[in-house]
């Protein structure tokens, strides 16, 4: 009998270590030989964005004028209109020779010399009313004068003299208001210009024009060229002005 229960003990141990050796080999997973589990991808996950806390700073108080330093930025509009370029001169030139004057210069080969000048000491060329920019504006011209002295004339002496036309100017217009005076040069010749704005009525409506007026000195005389056009054509007539200073030459 004492036989029968030491075997049914060690039966009894047996299984038990049996069933355990069973229950820790049953967590692997047996592959082929040499053979790596590979390691499964992870994706990252997106770093998240704190959002901010509104405490009450982050909305607008549209109550409040905006800062009168800030520096305002221009907005065009989407549907601006293209500004029409304005024309550009295309003169046909020709050189005009006074002996008496002893002067020549290029002026357009259409404008009209005005009569009633002596060009002895005055000419005048006057642009064809068939030809005008501004259709019901003021006729443009050129004047050239001489104004002969005894004496040699200098740069300052074109100064003292380009005033004094100013001052006859003012007294020829309805209203007339002259820039700044600068120095200048004609050919070899010394002087002074300036612009002015000016206002004319003949009797029928106001003209308004814009002008300059230079004058330099050379040997014992004086010449003043003044160059009068509307004032919304003044940069396009210009162009005869500077044509006349490249080409003038003293005789």
């Given at each position: 009998m004492k036989r029968i229960l030491v075997f049914l003990a060690a039966a009894l141990t047996a299984f038990s270590v049996a069933q355990a050796e069973s229950d820790t080999d049953s967590t692997f997973v047996f592959g082929p030989a040499d053979t790596e589990t590979a390691a499964p991808e992870v994706t990252p996950s997106p770093t998240p964005i704190p959002l901010l806390e509104d405490n009450g700073d982050s909305?607008?108080?549209?109550?409040?004028?905006?800062?009168?330093?800030?520096?305002?930025?221009?907005?065009?509009?989407?549907?601006?209109?293209?500004?029409?370029?304005?024309?550009?001169?295309?003169?046909?030139?020709e050189t005009y020779t006074n002996d008496?004057?002893?002067?020549?210069?290029?002026?357009?080969?259409?404008?009209?010399?005005?009569?009633?000048?002596?060009?002895?000491?005055?000419?005048?060329?006057?642009?064809?009313?068939?030809?005008?920019?501004?259709?019901?504006g003021y006729q443009t011209r050129l004047t050239v004068e001489r104004f002969s002295a005894g004496l040699t004339q200098t740069a300052s002496d074109a100064k003292t003299r380009l005033e004094a036309v100013l001052t006859e100017l003012s007294g020829m217009f309805t209203t007339f208001k002259a820039g700044?005076?600068?120095?200048?040069s004609i050919s070899s010749a010394k002087g002074y210009y300036c612009?002015?704005?000016?206002?004319y009525n003949d009797g029928t409506k106001d003209y308004?024009?814009?002008?300059?007026?230079?004058?330099?000195?050379?040997?014992?005389?004086?010449?003043?060229?003044r160059l009068t056009t509307p004032s919304a054509w003044f940069s396009y007539y210009n162009h005869v002005y500077r044509q006349l200073r490249q080409s003038f030459k003293f005789l």
């Amino acid at each position: 009998m004492k036989r029968i229960l030491v075997f049914l003990a060690a039966a009894l141990t047996a299984f038990s270590v049996a069933q355990a050796e069973s229950d820790t080999d049953s967590t692997f997973v047996f592959g082929p030989a040499d053979t790596e589990t590979a390691a499964p991808e992870v994706t990252p996950s997106p770093t998240p964005i704190p959002l901010l806390e509104d405490n009450g700073d982050s909305s607008f108080d549209f109550s409040q004028v905006d800062n009168p330093l800030a520096t305002p930025v221009a907005i065009d509009p989407i549907d601006k209109p293209t500004p029409t370029p304005a024309p550009t001169p295309n003169y046909a030139y020709e050189t005009y020779t006074n002996d008496m004057m002893a002067i020549s210069f290029d002026i357009p080969y259409t404008w009209l010399l005005n009569p009633a000048t002596n060009q002895e000491t005055t000419i005048q060329f006057v642009e064809p009313k068939s030809e005008r920019m501004d259709v019901d504006g003021y006729q443009t011209r050129l004047t050239v004068e001489r104004f002969s002295a005894g004496l040699t004339q200098t740069a300052s002496d074109a100064k003292t003299r380009l005033e004094a036309v100013l001052t006859e100017l003012s007294g020829m217009f309805t209203t007339f208001k002259a820039g700044d005076i600068a120095s200048a040069s004609i050919s070899s010749a010394k002087g002074y210009y300036c612009y002015y704005t000016a206002t004319y009525n003949d009797g029928t409506k106001d003209y308004s024009m814009r002008g300059r007026l230079v004058v330099v000195a050379h040997d014992k005389e004086l010449f003043q060229i003044r160059l009068t056009t509307p004032s919304a054509w003044f940069s396009y007539y210009n162009h005869v002005y500077r044509q006349l200073r490249q080409s003038f030459k003293f005789l």
